[in-house]
């Protein structure tokens, strides 16, 4: 055992040959040291080769299953579609053969939905129209009212003096005076 660990402990007596670097001279390198290196890393590097190759193995086979178990619910679920499938197309089937007459029933209901409807709009129209014209008559027949009020203020106003506004007041005062005593 001696023997062995001698040339690893002279190592550290023999003097620097200057720097560390690789030997590409195949000849002067040391087949010995090569093998020994290879050797070790073998040995270790086995061992993790292989766990690295058996992880590698039971993911595969892991999405080979699941890939099996996915593959088979896909089955499953392409047998329910199918016969869904089935199950629809004599549905439409029904449809298509009880659709037609509902169809031209839906037609007509439409078709006297939308004349009513229409009719009601005429109808609206025609009211709203009424009910313009009136606005316009009112509008019109307000205007015909202030301007003869207008008129008639302005002819009392130029036929009024100061002495038959005094007289126009004194005889309503009298009226009111008259009024009251007929009142009480």
Same mark, same amino acid.
């Given at each position: 055992?001696?023997?062995?660990?001698?040339?690893?402990?002279?190592?550290?007596?023999?003097?620097?040959? +200057?720097?560390?670097?690789?030997? $590409?001279?195949?000849?002067?390198?040391?087949? %010995?040291?090569?093998?020994?290196?290879?050797?070790?890393?073998?040995?270790?590097?086995?061992?993790?080769?292989?766990?690295?190759?058996?992880?590698?193995?039971?993911?595969?086979?892991?999405?080979?299953?699941?890939?099996?178990?996915?593959?088979?619910?896909?089955?499953?679920?392409?047998?329910?579609?199918?016969?869904?499938?089935?199950?629809?197309?004599?549905?439409?089937?029904?449809?298509?053969?009880? +659709?037609?007459?509902?169809?031209? &029933?839906?037609?007509?209901?439409?078709?006297?939905? $939308?004349?009513?409807?229409?009719?009601?709009?005429?109808?609206?129209?025609?009211? $709203?129209?009424?009910?313009?014209?009136? &606005?316009?008559?009112?509008?019109?027949?307000?205007?015909?009212?202030?301007?003869?009020?207008?008129?008639?203020?302005?002819?009392?106003?130029?036929?009024?003096?100061?002495?038959?506004?005094?007289?126009?007041?004194?005889?309503? %005062?009298?009226?009111?005076?008259?009024?009251?005593? %007929? $009142?009480?």
């Amino acid at each position: 055992m001696k023997n062995i660990t001698d040339p690893f402990l002279s190592l550290g007596y023999w003097p620097s040959a +200057g720097s560390f670097g690789f030997n $590409t001279d195949i000849l002067a390198t040391n087949p %010995i040291n090569l093998s020994v290196v290879l050797g070790v890393l073998i040995f270790f590097g086995k061992g993790v080769l292989s766990d690295l190759l058996d992880n590698r193995k039971q993911k595969i086979l892991k999405t080979i299953r699941n890939s099996e178990e996915l593959r088979g619910r896909a089955l499953e679920q392409l047998e329910k579609a199918r016969a869904r499938l089935l199950k629809v197309e004599k549905e439409a089937d029904l449809v298509r053969v009880n +659709g037609y007459s509902e169809l031209e &029933r839906e037609k007509w209901n439409l078709i006297n939905s $939308t004349s009513k409807t229409l009719e009601q709009f005429q109808n609206y129209k025609n009211e $709203t129209i009424h009910f313009e014209q009136q &606005r316009a008559i009112n509008q019109v027949r307000q205007q015909v009212f202030q301007q003869a009020l207008q008129g008639a203020l302005g002819t009392l106003n130029s036929c009024l003096n100061n002495e038959l506004h005094l007289r126009t007041i004194s005889t309503n %005062i009298d009226m009111f005076g008259m009024m009251k005593e %007929i $009142t009480d």
